[in-house]
């Protein structure tokens, strides 16, 4: 959810906030909350008790986000995002980076947002961390991950894409049932104008209507 505010000064604020780091459900829970608490650092400034999440786990982020909800779209302010924080880096944070990389199979995923933000911004990375990626994703298998690299991602293939990052067939089955049978209140909102009574028709007529975007190249 989306909340917006203006302060004093007239300046528009956005505060994003999700439940988990990703809608898509390969990257959902890769980091959970006590990991990220774990080696959150103090932002005195802002107060005795804020906090933020530490380099690590903020580039980690930033270059999930960039695919998981932008699709790999090469917009300037994401890319500046990875650029800062990867620049900032370490030498031991570029070794825990590499090592999150690896435990959470997307080091293709980390690797193209730092590549690409070094060509757009010649990000100073640390020694040897694009190597370490590229030799991560040599070595290990097809990560599930790496489909949100594709230049044009289908909504099919992020359904499939959910389906199997979801453990078990409970939860595949509730996602299927969601996408095909949102909840009533949902479509009533879609379909203001349309009386109660037609809701079941509505549902049809939404399955139909949206059936080829389905397999629409984004």
Known sequence: MSYGRIDRYGLEHTFDVHWQISIPQVFANLLSL????????????????AHTIDPVHALTIACIHRVAHHHGEERLIWLYDIHLLAGALRASEADQFLQTARDKSIGAVCEQGLLMARARFD??????LIQGLRQLVARGAQEPSAVYLRQHLRKVDVLVSDLRALPGWLPRFQLLREHVFPPAEFMRQTYREAPRLLLPALYGWRFIEGAGGWFRKG
């Open 34 to 49: 006590d990991e990220l608490a774990e080696r959150a650092v103090a932002l005195p400034a802002l107060g005795s008790t």
């Open 123 to 128: 990000t100073t990375l640390p020694e040897g």
